[in-house]
DNA sequence: AGGCTTTAGTACAATATCGAACTAGTTCAG
DNA sequence: CTGAACTAGTTCGATATTGTACTAAAGCCT
């Protein structure tokens, strides 16, 4: 192997970190927590908790709670899944569509910022490579 | 820009989570915990409490509570730093090592399971790419 | 149709995390 | 020297997270 896996995992675990870290002030003024972020950006993807769970790693009664804050922060609302009663189907409000792409590019603009300081061609590679590294779990 | 910088910071943040989450079971055989793991891994780096918490980017109270784990594991060990009297020099134990060695090789393991789907130039690549990305933090 | 198993989501109690206040040691201007 | 300002680390109490047990609805036999 010509490069540590290991320490790849921890370069790319800091870095990560480091980003958030950066952008929850941010994230703060627009009335977000950090994981209530990552639900609220699932949501459009992944509408139904269970499969938010799945989705983002996190255990479904912390979804509940997530979902629970964003709801009474009229980021988002319920609606009973007309097919299977059990669901909830999760729709954004408008308010919920707009702070999320705020809040995505906030932290577009901390990343970018890190990304400027290497060229266009790497940028690509990297996007390139990260697939190919997710695609055995899907 | 020709990859969106918020796209490339959710897959590569799904990629991390993925991997740790395939990791938590092999990490809790070796009796330890994921926040626990990062304080092992960095203490040679690091080794006083109020360096850890800058360097993992987590309030000083957490490595209170981390070293305590880790020590009464017998993984550490704090000493008095003979130049200041305020701070505690931790130590890892042979015990420590092993531990932070194998988690480490499991991580990679795993992470290794998916960068083996890439050619090696790509590994190189994104260890390029990264190092040159948590530049402007150093 | 009736029971058995599985799944969605929640509630609650137990645990984990962490902001703020604190103690102890250090530094440094005067 | 001395004491004001600073730094390392911990403690404590408040908040956040989550495992487990639960309710309700579906799906699946037979």
Redesign the interface.
């Known amino acids: 192997?010509?490069?540590?896996?290991?320490?790849?995992?921890?370069?790319?675990?800091?870095?990560?970190?480091?980003?958030l870290?950066a952008c929850s002030a941010e994230l703060a003024e627009l009335g977000l927590e950090a994981k209530e972020f990552f639900v609220l950006?699932e949501v459009a993807a992944s509408p139904y908790p269970a499969e938010l769970a799945a989705r983002?790693?996190i255990p479904k009664a912390s979804v509940t709670v997530y979902v629970r804050n964003l709801v009474a922060k009229g980021f988002m609302r319920r609606e009973i899944d007309d097919a299977d009663l059990r669901r909830h189907r999760l729709v954004l409000t408008d308010e919920g569509e707009a702070a999320r792409d705020r809040a995505?590019?906030a932290?577009?603009?901390e990343?970018?910022?890190?990304?400027t300081?290497?060229v266009?061609r790497?940028?690509?590679?990297?996007?390139?490579?990260?697939?190919?590294?997710?695609?055995?779990?899907q």
Chains 1, 2 share one sequence.
Request: proline content about 4%; charged content about 20%; aromatic content about 4%.
């Open positions: 192997m010509s490069v540590d896996a290991a320490q790849l995992w921890t370069l790319n675990h800091r870095l990560l970190t480091v980003v870290d950006a983002l790693v995505l590019a932290l577009a603009a990343f970018d910022r890190r990304l300081t290497i266009p790497d940028r690509a590679e990297l996007h390139r490579i990260l697939l190919a590294l997710l695609e055995p779990a």
